[in-house]
């Protein structure tokens, strides 16, 4: 995208599974906004985490729940230089500390991207989708996971067509806001 890696001032994580941390170190200047949560569980040593992923001491901006909302579910604000509104919205279960990130553009377009709350779409409308044995086998707390799935689908029908949603594994869905 030619933008220099010192231009970018910050990241916000859904988790720190591999998958998604792996060019932290590329943004040495960057703030990395994290769920409290997410960062304990970081620190704790679980096996899902690469610690050397994070020897470059990236500088964790850390969000816990101060009883914000959005749509009627807990949410963290962020703030960011450039005057876009974001948020932290609780989706645990994955990980300790998983959360979709809203982005509520000056358009009036509102993104939000699921991280690994779902790893294909189909999810949400098919609680048998053959995807659903590796979402359980690889989340932390499946009932967490079940409830976060019914948050998304609750942000869905009271937005509908107002949100472009976006999951991190579905292609699908990339390759459609690619497209935008």
């Excluded at 992923?53 to 901006?61: A, C, G, L, R, T």
């Excluded at 101060?66 to 005057?83: L, T, Y």
């Excluded at 294909?120 to 098919?126: A, I």
């Amino acid at each position: 995208m030619n933008i220099d890696g010192d231009q970018v001032t910050d990241i916000v994580l859904t988790h720190a599974d591999p998958d998604h941390v792996g060019g932290l170190a590329d943004f040495p200047n960057a703030n990395v906004h994290i769920a409290v949560e997410e960062l304990h569980a970081l620190e704790s040593g679980a096996i899902r985490y690469c610690p050397t992923q994070f020897e470059h001491e990236p500088k964790f901006v850390v969000h816990s729940g101060r009883g914000e909302s959005w749509q009627g579910h807990p949410a963290r604000s962020i703030e960011v230089c450039n005057g876009l509104r974001l948020y932290l919205i609780e989706l645990f279960g994955h990980t300790l500390g998983h959360c979709g990130v809203i982005i509520e553009r000056h358009d009036a377009t509102t993104i939000f991207h699921v991280g690994d709350a779902y790893y294909l779409r189909g999810e949400l409308d098919d609680p048998h989708h053959p995807v659903t044995e590796l979402a359980e086998a690889r989340a932390e707390n499946n009932d967490q996971r079940l409830a976060s799935l019914d948050v998304i689908r609750d942000i869905r029908s009271k937005l509908g067509d107002q949100i472009t949603m976006t999951g991190y594994h579905d292609l699908s869905e990339f390759e459609a806001l690619a497209m935008r």
